[in-house]
């Protein structure tokens, strides 16, 4: 049966990218959870998807930490006046709490503002429920945070020596959009598991140089829905994987939106909803 990957965790729940996500994945049955890295300002990794942090954190409510807000870049793709996590310490990020990213699509989820941390990879990599689970770790700007003297892979490689990760059976796979990042990525850490190049909308799929390099590919689905895309990287011996399912972008049934997913041809797919997917998955295969 196609694979389901929690997209941040059951982030259609539970605010994204936090523990308490990621273990109600694994609870719903996701064959594995997707979460996002980016650095501190002392040189740690915290798991966010963005490295501004007023989406995602009760920043703009914390007094303490008004005189940081400034205009910044997120990535290379645009400017804005918010926070950056580069310029907190982890000490200070974990005096935040995560906060639903949109409140108005998900209040269920958006009940569990300001009840959860910001989680660290070290906190997940030793979390109980992660015990023989696999874990998609994708690195955000890699390049942008490295020519600001956070070299992101590096500091991922150093994290993962010094994890029992290995012992305790936990699967892991790396991800980047950038297709030099994840070279790098895979030059520092090694033979550690599987390495999948992302493609959104404005990307190549540089299938014949993927497929020399790396074990997957990864689409927008919006990418594959009306092309061969699917093919083509699985005839180069490419896994695939697509995303994101969002039981909120349903324009007909529930049924009808996830099994243009399942019937897609890709290995896995990432959602929100994990158990919406795993259930018309079930259906279709079954």
């Not at 955000?140 to 994890?163: C, D, N, T």
Request: with cysteine; proline share 3%.
């Amino acid at each position: 049966m196609i694979k389901v990957f929690g997209h941040r965790g059951a982030s259609g729940y539970r605010p994204e990218n936090t523990l308490e996500a990621f273990k109600l994945a694994f609870e719903m049955g996701a064959d594995a959870i997707e979460c996002d890295l980016v650095p501190t300002k002392d040189g740690e990794l915290i798991i966010r998807h963005d490295n501004y942090l007023s989406t995602t954190t009760d920043v703009a409510s914390r007094p303490e930490f008004a005189h940081l807000k400034r205009e910044g870049v997120v990535g290379y793709q645009e400017t804005r006046e918010d926070w950056f996590c580069e310029d907190f310490t982890l000490a200070e990020l974990k005096q935040l709490r995560a906060v639903e990213r949109v409140p108005e699509q998900r209040p269920g989820s958006a009940k569990f503002d300001g009840q959860f941390e910001l989680p660290t990879l070290d906190e997940l990599l030793a979390a109980e429920f992660v015990f023989g689970k696999h874990l998609i770790l994708e690195v955000k700007h890699g390049a942008y945070f490295a020519a600001r003297g956070f070299p992101v892979s590096a500091i991922l490689a150093r994290k993962l020596r010094e994890s029992n990760w290995k012992e305790r059976g936990i699967k892991l796979t790396l991800e980047s959009f950038d297709f030099k990042v994840l070279e790098q990525m895979q030059r520092v850490c090694g033979d550690i598991g599987d390495y999948v190049f992302l493609v959104d909308t404005w990307g190549q799929p540089m299938f014949d140089e993927t497929a020399k390099i790396f074990d997957g590919i990864s689409f927008n689905y919006v990418l594959v829905m009306n092309s061969d895309w699917v093919e083509q990287a699985k005839a180069r011996g490419l896994k695939v994987f697509i995303w994101t399912a969002k039981a909120e972008e349903a324009e007909a049934s529930i049924e009808q939106y996830y099994s243009q997913f399942v019937l897609s041809g890709a290995d896995g797919v990432f959602a929100d909803q994990p158990d919406l997917l795993l259930e018309v998955a079930q259906g279709i295969e079954h």
